[in-house]
C-alpha cells in the first residue's frame, strides 16, 4: 500500500509545463526525509530522475525539476516532450515503517 | 558500468517458496545498503526489504515481515531474497535496487524477475 499520494494522471500539449504533486505525512516527507523521484515507461525498470528532493544524476536533463515543502513535494517537467511520456513515483522514507514508501503514481500523457 | 541482473522468478504454487538472486557488477558491493522493491501487474512500486552493506541492519514491509529473508553474500557480489509461504499478492515483478551513497534513494535498479503464484 503507497504512503505518499499523487494524482492518477496529469497532461499537457509538447512544450508545455507539468507538475505532479507527492503528499505524504509528519513521519516522512513532513519528518525532514529527502524525495526521490523515478520514471518508468511500460515494461522498464524504474530510472532514477532526482534525488535529495531537486537534485539530478548525471544525464537527467535540466527540464526535470523537484522541490519539497513541509509534508508535500513535487516533480515539473518543462518543455514536455514525447520521451517524458511514462509513469512517474515519488519516494521518500517513513520512520514509523522503518522502510521506504513510494508515492501512488503519475501517469503523464503528452497530447 | 554498474549491473544489476535478478534471477530465480518462475511459477509457484500458493503456500510455495522461491528464492530470487541478484548479481551485481561494476562497483563496491559491500559498500551498499539493497533493497528489493516489488510491483504488482498493473499496480505501483512497493518497498519489500532492506539491507545494509555487511548485513548488520534488515528490515522488511510489514506485508512480507516473517515470511520473507533477505541476505548478501558479499564475496560474490550477490543478493537474495528467500520468500516462503507465497499467496497471489505476492505475484509481482521483483527488482534489486541499489541505495544511493546518501540518504535514502535508489540509483540503480536490476531488469526485475516476474513471480507468479497460482495453483
Known amino acids: 500500500q503507497s504512503v505518499l499520494t499523487q494524482p492518477p494522471s496529469v497532461s499537457g500539449a509538447p512544450g508545455q509545463r507539468v507538475t505532479i504533486s507527492c503528499t505524504g505525512s509528519s513521519s516522512n516527507i513532513g519528518a525532514g526525509y529527502d524525495v526521490a523521484w523515478y520514471q518508468q515507461v511500460p515494461g522498464a525498470a524504474p530510472r532514477f530522475l532526482i534525488y535529495g528532493n531537486n537534485n539530478r544524476p548525471s544525464g537527467v536533463p535540466e527540464r526535470l525539476s523537484g522541490s519539497k515543502s513541509g509534508t508535500s513535494a513535487s516533480l515539473a517537467i518543462t518543455g514536455l516532450q514525447a520521451e517524458d511520456e511514462a509513469d512517474y513515483y515519488c519516494?521518500?522514507?517513513?520512520?514509523?515503517?522503518?522502510?521506504?514508501?513510494f508515492g501512488t503514481g503519475t501517469k503523464v500523457t503528452v497530447l | 558500468e554498474v549491473q544489476l541482473v535478478e534471477s530465480g522468478g518462475g511459477l509457484v504454487k500458493p503456500g510455495g517458496s522461491l528464492r530470487l538472486s541478484c548479481a551485481a557488477s561494476?562497483?563496491?558491493?559491500?559498500?551498499?545498503?539493497f533493497n528489493w522493491v516489488r510491483q504488482a501487474p498493473g499496480k505501483g512500486l512497493e518497498w519489500v526489504s532492506s539491507?545494509?552493506?555487511?548485513?548488520?541492519?534488515?528490515y522488511y514491509a510489514d506485508s512480507v515481515k516473517g515470511r520473507f529473508t533477505v541476505s548478501r553474500d558479499n564475496a560474490n557480489n550477490s543478493l537474495y531474497l528467500l520468500m516462503t509461504s507465497l499467496g497471489a499478492e505476492d505475484t509481482a515483478i521483483y527488482y534489486c535496487?541499489?541505495?544511493?551513497?546518501?540518504?535514502?534513494?535508489?540509483?540503480?535498479w536490476g531488469q526485475g524477475t516476474l513471480v507468479t503464484v497460482s495453483s
Open positions: 519516494q521518500s522514507f517513513d520512520s514509523t515503517l522503518s522502510g521506504y514508501v
Open positions: 539491507i545494509s552493506g555487511y548485513s548488520t541492519f534488515r
Open positions: 561494476g562497483f563496491a558491493f559491500s559498500s551498499f545498503t
Open positions: 535496487a541499489k541505495e544511493g551513497s546518501t540518504d535514502y534513494f535508489l540509483d540503480f
